[in-house]
């Protein structure tokens, strides 16, 4: 069983910049695919981004592209997000995910575990 704790979450102004972490505990963290998506209210968690178990492959969702960046340590059993020039749009609960396949989520097929979720608001 893996649990995940996400962190860095808040309130920011249009262009700021925010840096999202995921803590890993409970299996081996190496392994797992690991993945961001963020839910707003009346509408389906989407995935914002996926980093493969060993950081070779990346995926973008094309509205974050060039914006944000997935890493990994797989040491510190960690993943981050650094999200730069913050739109409004990107107002949303951010989660932290995992799963053995990184197709599954780069699909949005439903990842094995889920982090309880962190805010982040960008007001214009």
């Known amino acids: 069983q893996v649990q995940l704790v996400e962190s860095g979450g808040g309130l920011v102004q249009a262009g700021d910049s925010l840096r999202l972490s995921c803590a890993a505990s409970?299996?081996?963290?190496?392994?797992?695919?690991m993945g961001w998506f963020r839910q707003v209210p009346g509408k389906e968690r989407e995935i914002v981004a996926a980093i493969g178990y060993n950081a070779a492959t990346t995926y973008y969702t094309p509205s974050v592209k060039a914006r944000f960046t997935i890493s990994r340590d797989n040491a510190k059993n960690t993943m981050n997000l650094q999200m730069n020039s913050l739109k409004p749009e990107d107002t949303a609960v951010y989660y932290c995910?995992?799963?053995?396949?990184?197709?599954?989520?780069?699909?949005?097929?439903?990842?094995?575990?889920w982090g309880q979720g962190t805010q982040v608001t960008v007001s214009s």
């Open positions: 995910a995992a799963d053995t396949s990184f197709v599954t989520m780069r699909l949005n097929l439903g990842s094995a575990y």
């Open positions: 409970g299996g081996t963290f190496s392994s797992y695919a």
